[in-house]
């Protein structure tokens, strides 16, 4: 078994002899309609009365429990690299996938985990505790040498064997195993992809594959992070599963990705480790019992898709069957999240900004010479930013000289902006910006005013009112500094303060009563006016229809589906006692703490500044 590679001298292994195909095979060409089968599982020992699993079930209970840390908007966000196996025979090419299919595959994998996938079509019940991971996950810039990648995310190596002989199953001398051990990046700092042409089942475990059949073929596998080898981390798939573009045209499981990274960070199948058909769970509280669904189950759409397998609804939507994917419940987000603060196999590394450094980073090229393009500012009174915003969270720098001084050297930042201070007036600022070393960019001229300083367009004001208060918004302002003022029926203009938020407040608000108000960018330039105003609250109060909640043991989850982004706020009493207000929200959802069993709870709505809502009463269980 031979492997090489196309720019780095790798060691060849000498496994030869274990492994159970010494001669390379045809190119196997799957094509159409390739199935998801995963060839996922967890080794023996590791079932739900063993370590592991009770590993998992502490921290995901710790996690569940701990509002603060599941409130966390927190992005986690996971490099990426894809190792591309791929050969030449006969003058094809095989395997040597384009970047715009990878490309492709992360995106479908940030919409699956972001909740930006199509998820019209899952029934409301199952919606209703469908979860948003804010997880990301960014193709590396840097190999593990620190050195920039041609390709984002991409590692292609020339192999033989790898390729066409890639009976991936997960056994101990597995081919698939010999890839991982000779060509994994560390753990710590990437999720590890290989794609492959053919993955084999090994349904009879005797580590050898089945067929050589298609029919007998996977996707893909994944290790969990209870597995302990640290060279076997990571994800083999079948490219020919992988997103929907490029060799995976015919895919039928565009998400088999997002599957596959769910058991990376630690989920089952829906129908938990026993086999497909056979009914179980997961560990997790909010997916139910299944004997798990396949494209088979439903032909034709996915659209008012029900099954019932064992004994309640089949979460036939979820990306852990291999039906209709196309979400998470918030319980698997809670175990995905808790895995990525954990430090089994180090997945709490991945995401650290240490490691987002080390691995990326090289926009543009690490070391090449900005344009000057790259370079904005804004003048005040005192001071002037200069911005770098393509370079937010690469480290930069910015020097300056006035009137043709002496270069001045700002700090060296990964901020998006740079600040000089002590402005000196009717003065000309040079501006160079470097990414590293001493490659300065050309200069850009400041002086004498300038845009700046321009006075904002009306379309620019944008607000919305609440019972006693108004945000006035300026979100092309944001990290610019800005000052709104605003006077109330003709009276005196009160300016608020200046400010770099996207928003500032009016409180104390008048009622039935004309706001009048301006925004500028420095010393008076104020904009025309916008009027809001000569109203109470015209948002009607919500239907008891939108609250929907989920009880754990802890505590409750109160849903309002419908006002995700819209500010709205929960109350609560329990046993007729005194109401008690959730802090007001643009979230899907609020948390009731410390719930109590076999209490009646009531719970009402209101939007922006609407009344209450009915009371949506519920029963706790005992
Ligand atoms: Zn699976």
């Not at 109470?536 to 006002?563: D, F, K, N, Q």
Request: hydrophobic share 30%; proline share 4%.
């Amino acid at each position: 078994m031979i492997f090489t590679a196309c720019e780095q001298d790798l060691l060849i292994p000498n496994v030869t002899e274990q492994l159970t195909h010494d001669e390379p095979m045809t190119p196997r060409l799957v094509q159409g309609n390739t199935p998801h089968v995963c060839a996922t599982y967890r080794p023996s020992g590791h079932d739900e009365n063993h370590s592991a699993k009770m590993k998992i079930k502490d921290i995901y209970d710790n996690y569940a429990n701990n509002v603060n840390f599941r409130n966390n908007a927190q992005v986690y966000t996971v490099p990426v690299i894809f190792h591309v196996f791929w050969k030449e025979d006969e003058g094809i090419t095989y395997g040597d996938i384009q970047a715009s299919q990878i490309d492709r595959a992360i995106e479908i994998l940030n919409a699956d985990f972001n909740q930006t996938n199509d998820q019209s079509f899952i029934p409301q019940n199952f919606l209703n505790i469908a979860g948003d991971s804010q997880i990301k996950f960014v193709l590396a810039e840097k190999d593990p040498n620190g050195v920039c990648l041609s390709e984002a995310g991409i590692s292609r190596v020339e192999s033989d064997n790898v390729f066409d002989g890639s009976e991936a199953i997960p056994c101990e001398n597995s081919y698939g195993n010999e890839m991982k051990r000779e060509f994994h990046w560390p753990r710590d700092k990437y999720l590890n992809m290989y794609l492959v042409n053919y993955i084999s089942l090994d349904d009879d475990g005797d580590c050898e594959a089945d067929s050589d059949l298609p029919s007998d073929s996977s996707s893909g596998y994944a290790s969990f992070p209870t597995d302990e080898s640290p060279s076997l981390d990571g994800i083999v798939m079948n490219y020919h599963s992988l997103g929907d573009t490029g060799e995976a045209v015919d895919n039928n499981n565009p998400s088999a990705i997002s599957h596959e990274v769910g058991h990376w960070l630690n989920l089952d199948h829906t129908w938990g480790q026993g086999a497909f058909g056979t009914c179980g769970n997961d560990g997790i509280d909010d997916t139910p019992q299944t004997s798990g669904n396949d494209n088979d189950d439903f032909p034709n759409s996915c659209s008012n898709y029900t099954n019932n397998t064992c004994g309640s609804d089949d979460n036939v939507h979820n990306f852990m069957d291999y039906a209709c994917e196309s979400m998470f419940t918030n319980g698997q987000v809670a175990v995905m999240r808790s895995v990525l603060t954990s430090s089994l196999s180090d997945r709490n590394n991945l995401w650290s900004a240490s490691n987002l450094s080390a691995v990326m980073d090289c926009t543009g090229g690490s070391c090449a010479t900005p344009s000057t393009s790259e370079i904005t500012h804004t003048e005040y009174s005192t001071l002037i930013y200069v911005y770098a915003l393509s370079y937010n969270g690469i480290n930069h720098q910015f020097r300056y000289r006035v009137n043709g001084g002496s270069w001045v050297n700002l700090p060296a930042t990964n901020s998006y902006y740079s600040t000089i201070t002590n402005k000196q007036a009717n003065s000309t600022y040079e501006i160079q910006l470097q990414l590293c070393g001493n490659n300065w960019s050309d200069t850009v001229t400041i002086g004498n005013g300038g845009g700046s300083c321009a006075t904002p367009s009306t379309s620019e004001i944008t607000h919305t009112e609440y019972s006693t208060l108004i945000y006035v918004y300026a979100l092309s302002y944001n990290g610019i500094n800005h000052q709104f003022r605003y006077r109330v029926n003709g009276g005196s203009w009160v300016n608020l303060p200046a400010t770099n938020s996207y928003y500032s407040t009016i409180t104390n608000k008048q009622a039935n009563s004309t706001y009048e108000v301006q925004l500028q960018l420095c010393d008076n330039n104020w904009s025309d006016t916008v009027t809001i105003g000569n109203s109470g609250c015209s948002t009607p109060s919500p239907s008891t229809s939108e609250i929907t909640h989920t009880e754990y043991s802890t505590l409750i989850y109160v849903y309002a589906l419908s006002y995700n982004g819209i500010n709205h706020q929960f109350r609560y009493r329990i046993n007729g006692g005194s109401w008690v207000n959730l802090p007001a929200t643009n979230s899907h959802y609020s948390t009731i703490n410390n719930k109590q069993n076999c209490a009646t709870y009531e719970i009402q709505l209101k939007v922006k500044c609407s009344e209450w809502s009915g009371t949506e009463t519920i029963t706790t269980s005992c």
